[in-house]
């Protein structure tokens, strides 16, 4: 089945940029399209639409039955193990007539194997970057896709406060994670979880994108969290500090927090429609920049999010994309001082009419934890 009129509404952008066909691979832009959920594997699945015809489809032999909820409005071509892709491809882009047309792909997913497959057919056709033309249709969400990160975003709520317990001195990072990735799961999240919880305390807490390890948290250690949940394919991404009671944290650190807190506020603030990522960031990275910490700040202030971790818009210098009802991404500025540690406080929005509502509802404070 096709989603809502999705795949007409890719179909004209695509028109519109000038191309003649999509590919789409296993992951949320075919999810999006259809519904359907493929592993990316060594066995290939690609999915095709041309801007006119009829879909088509190619799909290992044992994904016929999944494959089968797209029956009537695809045309399906499958393999074997024993046989391989190869007359598949064949055969689908002999029927499509993409000899020499212009295809899209997304440049940022799909591989040499699909690639290579459609070449050797000698009907290859002439492959670009379709990127824009999924991000603009992808950015700004109906109603149905909000609920499903509202719920997202519920999940890893319910999923913190359990797991809040459980962090004390004496415990490692990785044992933490472990804790709040089980939550997250009984709480209701689907598997398929948008990241690794990201916990680091300490000196650790320096490291952005740091992973659990085996070190100890400490009394007094600031412990950066960085977790979220999917519900219906969809994310949440959300990031709190917590000190660990027994000593108090490092001065520094509780200055940068507030120095944070404002930065947050001032990001989440200037979102609006008509706004820009560009203007966001600079809202948020203004304050950190105004207290002499803007060395400290490595990293935009924001990202898409919906179907992705990581999708469009940007919360970034240089992004002038007009904010428009619907659209939803994080504001996460951040400090990080190496060697003393770091704290970030982020949280999941999307525009209103006349401004921009917080999907995330925790406290932004620096919270200890007995």
Known sequence: MMYDGRADHLRHAAGEAGLDAIAVVPGPNLFYLTGLSFHLSERPVVAFLPVDGQPAMIVPRLELTKAGAASGEWSVHSYDDREGPERAFRAALAELDLAGAWLGVEGRRIRFLELDLMARTEMGPR????????????????????????????????????????????????????????????????????????????????????????????????????????????????TRNYVVAGARPHPDLVRAHEVVRLANKAGRAAARPGASGQDVDRAARAVIEDAGLGQYFVHRTGHGLGLEGHEEPNMNEGERTPLAPGMTFTVEPGVYVPGIGGVRIEDDLVVTADGAESLTTLPRDLKTVE
């Open 127 to 238: 492959v670009f970057d379709a990127a824009e033309v999924f991000s603009e249709l992808r950015m700004r969400k109906d109603p149905g896709e909000l609920g499903h990160m509202r719920e997202a975003v519920a999940v890893a709520e319910t999923a913190i406060a359990a797991a809040l317990p459980r962090l004390r001195a004496g415990l490692t990072e990785k044992e933490f994670a472990s804790e709040l990735t089980a939550q997250l799961l009984l709480s209701g999240s689907e598997p398929g979880l948008p990241f690794t919880p990201i916990v680091a305390s300490g000196t650790n807490g320096a490291n952005p994108h740091g992973f659990p390890t085996d070190k100890e948290i400490a009394p007094g250690d600031v412990v950066t969290v960085d977790w979220g949940a999917s519900h219906g394919h969809y994310f949440s991404d959300m």
